[in-house]
């Protein structure tokens, strides 16, 4: 077991070796050279005093002038370099400063235990984050390498696109995988399993309906991936299908709308599937749309219903000009835009909850 440890901490030792040089490329280099550098040789050296079974007292004297030490580089970087230091820069100064002003102030007062959790757990925290950011970016690259791959010219055109709109799923999903590893580090749970057990069972109940982490989550995705794949149809009509077949402009905008509403109103089925609602308790929809429109939703189903007319009928047209008193202007596009979508969506979500 003895040698066991050794061997993981030499294993430690050398992913921190290639972590300091692939964030020598890939990080902002004043970020990388006043605080990932820094603590990148802190936490090996730490390593190596910890597989040479250094006494006891000499590790504390060793963690309390390394919070010195970074006390007096945050109050350099403040005073010297206070231009270098601003937004996202400045707070991850501040909380290194906090963080060493504690863990000195714990080892000043006798509280060494809790200066050497504090110490691990700060250093494991970093290099953790370290690691789901860069298998965030290697994702990414994954991703924008399998778009431009795919025999769809469309998909190839836009991958860098394409990508772009991924990024929010995936700086959600690693950030969670970071909070859930983070219990761990921070030794709130001994193992991944039951943080993230724990962490998706929390929650509070409305009604019948228990809101946790994991349902926001499911919904969120689900909502997330029908206006992606909304969009992802909508660029491959315009772009590669309906200008093969010299259709007007206006009509390919009217064929692409359609089938947005229709991707969504296909979603939101599946989410009330997911949600536990049976789908014959549509009629029961149905009642909280009538009262909600009754009670103040008549202009949102009015500028629906508008915005559909001149879809089908077409009186304007992209590109045409229109006058409206003094203004004048050229039509863009045609529709409902999501400023009817989201209230009448939470509405209605809030209505079958209640009910």
């Given at each position: ?57 000499f590790?504390?004297?060793?963690i309390?002038?390394?919070c ?17 230091s ?72 836009n991958s860098?696109l ?10 959600l999903c ?15 749970y001994?193992?991944?399993?039951e ?17 946790s982490?994991?349902?926001?989550l ?16 909508q ?26 509403y ?6 939101f ?39 559909l ?12 000009m ?34």
């Amino acid at each position: 077991q003895h040698l066991t440890v050794e061997v993981s901490e030499f294993f430690y030792f050398l992913t921190i070796l290639t972590l300091t040089r692939l964030a020598a490329v890939l990080l902002d280099r004043w970020l990388y050279r006043n605080l990932l550098l820094p603590m990148f040789l802190v936490l090996m050296l730490t390593l190596v005093l910890q597989m040479i079974h250094t006494p006891g007292a000499f590790l504390h004297l060793y963690i309390f002038s390394v919070c010195i030490f970074g006390l007096l580089m945050f109050l350099k970087s403040m005073v010297w370099n206070r231009k270098e230091s601003a937004g996202l820069k400045r707070f991850f100064l501040y909380v290194d400063g906090v963080l060493c002003l504690v863990i000195a102030g714990a080892e000043i007062f006798g509280y060494s235990s809790i200066a050497l959790y504090l110490f691990r757990s700060f250093l494991y925290s970093v290099i953790a984050a370290l690691i789901f950011w860069m298998l965030f970016l290697f994702t990414a690259g994954l991703l924008e390498l399998c778009f431009s791959g795919l025999p769809v010219k469309v998909l190839q055109r836009n991958s860098a696109l394409l990508v772009r709109q991924c990024v929010p799923a995936l700086v959600l999903c690693y950030g969670l995988l970071f909070l859930i590893f983070s219990l761990v580090i921070w030794q709130v749970y001994p193992t991944f399993a039951e943080a993230a057990n724990s962490f998706t069972n929390l929650g509070f109940f409305i009604g019948s309906f228990k809101i946790s982490p994991g349902f926001i989550l499911m919904v969120g995705l689900i909502i997330y991936g029908a206006v992606l794949l909304s969009r992802a149809i909508q660029a491959l009509l315009l772009q590669e299908i309906l200008p093969r077949h010299g259709i007007d402009v206006g009509v390919q905008l009217s064929i692409t709308r359609l089938v947005h509403y229709a991707v969504i109103v296909i979603g939101f089925l599946i989410l009330l599937q997911a949600l536990g609602l049976e789908l014959n308790k549509l009629a029961i929809l149905g009642g909280a749309l009538g009262v909600g429109i009754g009670f103040g939703l008549q202009a949102v189903v009015n500028n629906f219903v508008s915005g559909l007319m001149l879809l089908f009928e077409r009186p304007i047209k992209v590109g045409d000009m229109i006058q409206v008193g003094t203004e004048t202007g050229v039509v863009k596009n045609l529709g409902c835009g999501p400023r009817w979508c989201a209230p009448l969506i939470m509405r209605t979500l809030s209505s079958l909850i209640l009910t």
